[in-house]
Each structure stands twice: as structure tokens, then as C-alpha cells.
């Protein structure tokens, strides 16, 4: 099974911006989806944003609904997550994953997703 691949974290000033991208294996299936989570330091792995493949359909988390936006290249099997007015808070471990069947009532929650990438460390310094 290909799984998905994270690039683009780093160190970025608070309030500065970072745009992570997700090389995902391209597959096709109802319901297929895409999520962002993120694990800090001594935390329990959270879910960041999602975005349903066929409709679009994007949801957020609280925490970074007005700074973050989850889009997708189709041509290219590529996801984005555009971060802006980065806070210290921010700072994680980010995990693109995979998932089809996911019903909506279901996206935010890391079992519904059976695919997963390595990681890529954002850090937000204050």
C-alpha cells in the first residue's frame, strides 16, 4: 500500500505562514478523503482539517478554522495546507492520512483514516 507523503514544515515565526503539502497515493473510492492531524510533544494526536476528494467538502478544527485552509491539486494527487498566523500553539508534528468510506460524522477522528504518512515537524517560536 503507497502511502502518503508530507514535505514543506519548518521554523516559522509566530504570525509568519507555511504551506505543508501531501503526495497521496492517487486512489480513487466512495467517500475517499484526506486528512491533516498533528501531534505535540506529551498531546494525543489531533485532527487539524480534511478534504473529501470528489465533493471538496473540507472541515476544521476549531483551533484553526480562519487560519488554515485545506486544498487539493486532482492533476497532481496532491493536498495542501495553507497555515497562516502561526502561533507557538501550532507547533507539531504533521501527519497527512488516507481514508475511504469515511462518513462525514467520522472525519475528525484518526480511525477512520488507514494510511498515513511520516511526518513533517512544524515549529512556531514565539
Known amino acids: 500500500q503507497v502511502q502518503p507523503v508530507e514535505s514543506g514544515g519548518g521554523l516559522v515565526q509566530t504570525g509568519g505562514s507555511l504551506r505543508l503539502s501531501c503526495a497521496t497515493s492517487?486512489?480513487?473510492?466512495?467517500?475517499?478523503?484526506i486528512g491533516w492531524f498533528r501531534q505535540a510533544p506529551g498531546k494525543e494526536r489531533e485532527f487539524v482539517a480534511a478534504?473529501?476528494?470528489?465533493?471538496?467538502?473540507?472541515r476544521y478544527a476549531d483551533s484553526v478554522k480562519g487560519r488554515f485552509a485545506i486544498s487539493r491539486d486532482s492533476a497532481k494527487n496532491l493536498v495542501y495546507l495553507q497555515m497562516s498566523s502561526l502561533k507557538p500553539d501550532d507547533t507539531a508534528v504533521y501527519y497527512c492520512?488516507?481514508?475511504?468510506?469515511?462518513?462525514?460524522?467520522?472525519?475528525?477522528?484518526?480511525?477512520?483514516?488507514?494510511?498515513w504518512g511520516q511526518g513533517t515537524q512544524v515549529t512556531v517560536s514565539s
Open positions: 478534504i473529501r476528494w470528489s465533493a471538496r467538502t473540507t
Open positions: 492517487g486512489r480513487t473510492g466512495s467517500h475517499y478523503t
Open positions: 492520512a488516507e481514508g475511504t468510506g469515511i462518513i462525514l460524522s467520522s472525519i475528525e477522528y484518526h480511525s477512520s483514516y488507514n494510511s
